[in-house]
């Protein structure tokens, strides 16, 4: 048979597991030999220097010395939490995932962040929101990494360090240290108008969460599912919170930041501790998988467009709850590794190109992040489905792995690569044609239109949100240095809507532009400006 080369999975090792370091009732080295004193360096005499021989104080400091990794290169600052799914089976007919059949119960970890400050900055800035969960499903890690906001800033994942560069701390002065008032990131959303749509809603109610617990949740891009009989279909993910969506407002968010700028992981943490455990619905809109990858001319492969809620209704397929803290947030929260490659059967990805670099870039990083190729052996992020991999050696290596032939086929450890009936629990990649065309550097036409959904936002919010989302506009742009900068943005904000544009620019003693382009003829959508959820099963 073949040979065992798994490592316990997570569950198996009692994870959270304290076996490393915790174990007897005596302090000891590393080495595992009782100690008498920890508190006195070994000297020549009372008086005299540190003996080189120390070999407990150079452990000690050493150890010590290199505690730290380095943070995230974005969403540095999270919280996370533990968790289980539970599946309605109403996503049967699209999809094969295992994890998604009726009353299939999957354990998750999830980790809330905010996406530019360090990870010591403070959580109630106004910023987009990450939420990334791991369903630790029996067929394989299932990750999806989405954000609190459905679009995004950029259509091509080669512009991502450039608005990453764009909107983390200036390099001459570090700051500002988390949000977005500042030149360099109106530069970058004024001079690439696709980002203007992202942030409208990072400048609405939405950029200032309540809580994580009133966040909704977005896969962003268009995924491909793909159901026992080989069909496919193109779906967007959705988290909707028990609670409903609920912001702070600025003042709020402002103070908070000087009185409890851990408010938002205290909050999660107090509320899982008081047993008020968080949950959210895990809803899908699905839409027919065609040659042209649109829904009601809306390109399915652009992560700045949404698709209304009520053109493709959000169909409930499961349930969130977040149930157990971490133990120890550098082990489980700072060492999670999460990847949009990670993927179950039934799950595919689609040509949405900045889906496509995300798909390079989380295991690039996390080999510096995480120090090596063997990150998914730490105990966070070991999956809890059997594991078989031909993956040898590398830093940090915790397998012993037995038998001599890690390559298949082979004829020495029983390495037949791929048994009779293995088609019914692999992943099989959908065969989609790809066209035959030139290789360009370019985007669809349909990627143009960088401000009818702006709009489609802007006329969908109430007048209380409106009026919160000039005055973000104001005191944001308020905060530049370079007026040619507010006025290329109060440019941006004519071409999404003329009142929004005058009533900043006055704000901000500026003459409000004509607009550029022609303004598109929407119609607003109710779902957007409601704020507070509905619970299907209420
Ligand atoms: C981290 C979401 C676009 C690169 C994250 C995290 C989230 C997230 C939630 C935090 C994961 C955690 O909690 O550990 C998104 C969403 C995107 C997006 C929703 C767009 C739809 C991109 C793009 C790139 C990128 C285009 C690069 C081309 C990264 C990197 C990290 C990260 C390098 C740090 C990962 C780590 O250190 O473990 N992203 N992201 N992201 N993202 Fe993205």
Known sequence: GAPQTRMPTGAEAGAPTTANGQQGAFLTTAQGTRLRDTDHSLKAGPRGPVLLQDHHLREKITHFDHERIPERVVHARGAGAHGVFT???????????????????TEVFVRFSTVLGSRGSADTVRDTRGFATKFYTHEGTFDLVGNNIPVFFIQDAIKFPDIIHAGKPHPDREIPQSQSAHDTFWDFVSLHTEAQHHALWNMSDRGIPRSYRTMEGFGVHTFRLVNEAGETALAKFHWKPRLGVHSLTWEEAQMLGGVDPDFHRRDLYDAIEAGAFPEWELGIQVFPDTPEETFAGIDLLDPTKIVPEELAPVQPVGTLTLNRTPTNFFAETEQVAFHLGHLPPGID????????????????????????????????????????????DGFHQHAVHAGVAPYRPNSLDGGNPFPAGDDEQAFLDVPVTVAEAPKVRANPVSFDDHFSQARLFWLSMSPVEKEHIIRAYTFELGKCYHQAIKERQLQGLANIDPVLCAQVATGLGLPAPEPTVPLADVTPSPALSQVGGEWPSD
């Open 349 to 392: 990805v689609t040509n949405d190109p900045l889906l496509q670099g995300r798909l390079f870039s989380y295991v690039d990083t996390q080999l510096t992040r995480l120090g090596g190729p063997n990150f998914s052996q730490i105990p966070i992020n070991r999956p809890h489905a059997p594991v078989n991999d031909m993956l040898r």
């Open 87 to 105: 599946a309605y089976g109403t996503a049967e007919g699209v999809t094969r995932a295992g994890f998604l059949k009726k009353g299939r119960k």
